[in-house]
């Protein structure tokens, strides 16, 4: 079995000297933007905690954003496989991360709460299993070192 090799490039360029460059912590903005070629540019910042703009999306709220779009991708090409059809797919993640005392931190654990509407009653049960191994295949779960949980409702469409 041959493994295939995918490389990702993108750019990210700070955006934020205000006109002293990074003289003290209070002299900067954290705001920077990032992108790759043919697609619309991220704004982004730190969290507000660290001195970031609310507005632009932080990099904490970018990696629960990576977890839930790649369960959600796998999730609805392993129902699209298994004759499951999924009406509506709405998911509210949260992810913990936990700082130290010295500044340093890391995640905890990141919980998918994904809300699924299938099109059939006979369709829920194996929807509710299909998470299991959109889990299993996730490529961003794969690669982090904290338990993502994911603790999904199905439901069937009302029609």
Sequence with gaps: MVDKSHSYQVEVVWTG?????????????RDHVAGAAGKPEIEGS??????????????????????????LLWYLDLAARAGVVVLEYRDNPVGTMLEQPDG???????????????????????????????????????????????????TANAD
């Design 17 to 29: 000297n205000l006109g002293a460059g990074t003289m003290n912590y209070r002299s900067y903005s």
């Design 46 to 71: 730190a969290d507000r905690a660290f001195r970031g703009s609310n507005a632009r999306w932080n990099p904490e709220e970018l990696l629960v954003v990576s977890l839930s779009q790649c369960h």
């Design 104 to 154: 340093a931190g890391q995640f905890s654990e990141v919980t998918l709460r994904p809300n699924v509407v299938v099109a059939e009653p006979s369709m829920c049960e194996l929807a509710l299993e299909l998470h299991d191994r959109a889990h299993h295949l996730c490529f961003i779960a794969r690669s982090v070192n904290f338990p993502v949980r994911h603790e999904p409702t199905i």
